[in-house]
């Protein structure tokens, strides 16, 4: 088992090692989402390789069990961006940025700033003209509802407050009216011929 875990670790970091810092972390996000890693909700000891970031790779024959130290983490089974928009869990666009603040705060543990969002809603594939006309706003609600602090110009922290109910959202809790897009139409003019 652990030789085949050496060899995974060896392979994916031979085809990520030349792509630049952004990719890299698209990746492995990618790889994460897909196989459902910490999804499980019990406390867990993660390996993680003890090597500084940008040390040569190496060959799975050479790492030995002092390679990898232990971390404890605490997972909690949050749904993933499609299963927030199939359950439609935010009811409107201001906890889609709570929601999305959260993700990109790494579950309000780190700072994140208005790009991170604009991924998030990439990868919800909700980002619009309308979406992104309207995030300055948007954020603001949520600086004025005292979930999300500004700390400097571009950077952002969740206040706890917020985290608390970014978790309730992410469960289906939302104490929010739901805001139903309505589709324009344009009038027809009468004619009084």
């Given at each position: 088992m652990f030789d085949k875990e050496i060899e995974a670790i060896a392979k994916c970091t031979e085809l990520i090692k030349d792509l630049d810092e952004s990719s890299k972390i698209r990746v492995i996000k990618y790889l994460i989402e897909r196989f459902g890693i910490g999804s499980n909700?019990?406390?867990?000891?993660?390996?993680?390789?003890?090597r500084q970031i940008g040390q040569?790779?190496?060959?799975?024959?050479?790492?030995?069990?002092?390679?990898?130290v232990a971390v404890e983490s605490k997972n909690e089974d949050y749904p993933s961006l499609k299963q927030l928009l199939i359950k439609n869990?935010?009811?409107n666009e201001t906890e889609w940025i709570l929601c999305y603040a959260f993700f990109a705060s790494k579950?309000?543990?780190?700072?994140?700033?208005?790009?991170d969002i604009i991924e998030k809603y990439k990868e919800n594939?909700?980002?619009?003209?309308s979406t992104s006309a309207n995030l300055s706003n948007n954020i603001n609600a949520c600086i004025k509802k005292d979930w999300i602090k500004d700390i400097n110009k571009d950077e952002f922290i969740l206040k706890q407050e917020a985290i608390e109910y970014a978790k309730e959202v992410l469960k289906g809790n939302s104490t929010s009216k739901?805001?139903?897009?309505?589709?324009?139409?344009?009038?027809n003019p009468e004619t009084n011929d």
């Open positions: 909700p019990i406390q867990t000891n993660t390996f993680i390789p003890n040569p790779s190496f060959n799975h024959q050479e790492v030995e069990q002092q390679d990898y869990y935010p009811k579950y309000g543990q780190d700072t994140f700033e208005k790009e594939n909700r980002l619009s003209t739901e805001v139903k897009r309505t589709k324009k139409t344009k009038a």
